[in-house]
């Protein structure tokens, strides 16, 4: 399973501890005696916590009370699995269901959810974040709404940096490279550069936020390979090199997010990358020795002026469902901007606007407004990459991990892990046509 989601939990512990919105008052009114019954499934490390959810859809009761939400919460790694044995079940299963941007191209495919695209006007489309939506899109169809945004960020300790002679974060990743040898040449750290190398999901996420930041992709618009060329290489070597010269600790061969920011934290790194969910808990006294000095910026580029990855996800409806109008109608109330500004500390909303309301911006942790995190994540979404969107995804995911770290770890030749993997992706492929 994808263990970038785990960091969802700790997104709600650090950005938004003691931030929960209001609620209005369940109405007094008697509920009719037929109501239509809809069946949501969330999982319970979402940026919007359980309670949020649940509050959330008691409002949505209390304006609709001729509906019944019935909700089921499950661990992310048992997400994936709970709505595919649903599918299989057919009638009865659920309405509406959370699912990472991972997946739809899978679900869709399988004809699991249904094709949402005439229910989302061009007007709306036109608010949300290109990235955010593609997401959610499949050979030119819609299925499903954008709803909870995360993406990757750029930390840097400002002090360390400065101290290094350099007075802006790095805008390259060369420059990252330059910035942190010279930290480590002056005896201010031993590894400049924490990363996420451990072989699962988050290891294809670090190659794919290097390849598209050099120029590179992952298919073309037939679904071919294209990460085995002169960018993928380039990226991998970025990777391989980083790790040669002790720019990139090689602790981050066994590290996870969480062992990332805690090395960060801990003041022994410059540079890492992370979730917005670091910006608060590198800023705690309780969990960092380098407050005030942990400064969240844009992700480096390369022959592209910056590339992060989506880490969000959004609401389908179940093909199986017998009230999709109805779904709909809960799944719109959920994306709505009154509740997702209202509920913004705990995930910034899909809609382009709001990242200009005042109030939003009055809405946010200290450390966020501080650090100007809604106009700093405003510019990172418009640099929003997605990894893969097949149906394969899986298995691509899988692959991609293994070859990457057989190269990082010098069991391979970049050139013969991108090759090596071309061929494995390739085979899958055929399997799927």
């Not at 609709?64 to 992310?76: M, T």
């Not at 400049?192 to 936020?209: H, N, S, V």
């Not at 800023?283 to 880490?311: C, F, K, R, Y």
């Amino acid at each position: 399973m994808q263990l970038v989601r785990w960091v969802s939990f700790f997104l709600v512990l650090s950005l938004l501890i003691g931030c929960t919105a209001p609620v209005a008052a369940p109405s007094a009114a008697p509920a009719p005696s037929t109501q239509t019954v809809l069946r949501a499934l969330f999982m319970q490390q979402a940026g919007y916590q359980q309670s949020d959810i649940e509050a959330i859809t008691q409002e949505y009761e209390a304006q609709n009370l001729d509906v019944d939400v019935q909700l089921d919460f499950v661990a992310y790694e048992a997400l994936h699995d709970k709505i595919v044995t649903a599918a299989a079940a057919g009638a009865g299963g659920y309405d509406v269901v959370l699912m990472d941007c991972i997946w739809p191209a899978e679900f869709a495919s399988a004809d699991f959810i249904l094709d949402v695209t005439d229910r989302i006007p061009e007007d709306v489309r036109a608010d949300i974040w290109p990235g955010a939506l593609e997401a959610v899109t499949w050979q030119g169809r819609l299925y499903g709404m954008p709803w909870l945004n995360d993406v990757l960020y750029l930390y840097y300790n400002k002090e360390m940096l400065e101290k290094a002679g350099f007075s802006a974060p790095p805008k390259t990743w060369s420059e990252l490279r330059e910035m942190g040898l010279a930290a480590k040449a002056q005896g201010l750290v031993e590894y400049p550069f924490i990363e996420y190398f451990q072989q699962d999901e988050g290891l294809t996420i670090a190659f794919a936020y290097y390849l598209f930041a050099f120029g590179g992709s992952f298919f073309d618009e037939e679904g071919k390979p294209t990460f085995n060329s002169q960018e993928g290489l380039a990226a991998l070597n970025f990777m391989v090199n980083g790790l040669k010269d002790g720019l990139i600790n090689p602790a981050s061969l066994e590290s996870t997010y969480e062992e990332v920011r805690r090395t960060f934290s801990q003041g022994a790194s410059l540079f890492s990358v992370n979730w917005a969910y670091q910006l608060n808990l590198a800023n705690d006294p309780a969990e960092s020795q380098i407050v005030g000095n942990a400064i969240v910026t844009l992700m480096p580029g390369e022959v592209e002026p910056s590339a992060t990855i989506n880490g969000g996800m959004g609401l389908a409806i179940m093909k199986s469902s017998q009230n999709p109008d109805r779904a709909w109608e809960y799944i719109q109330f959920l994306s709505s901007k009154d509740v997702q500004k209202r509920y913004s500390q705990n995930a910034l909303p899909i809609w382009k606007s709001l990242f200009d309301d005042p109030e939003l911006l009055e809405m946010q942790p200290a450390v966020a407004r501080e650090q100007d995190f809604v106009n700093v994540s405003k510019q990172q979404y418009a640099f929003l990459r997605n990894r893969p969107i097949v149906p394969y995804y899986s298995e691509t995911s899988e692959i991609i991990a293994r070859e990457v770290q057989a190269a990082l770890t010098g069991a391979k030749t970049p050139e013969q892990a991108l090759a090596d993997a071309e061929a494995a992706i390739l085979k899958v492929r055929e399997q799927y046509q």
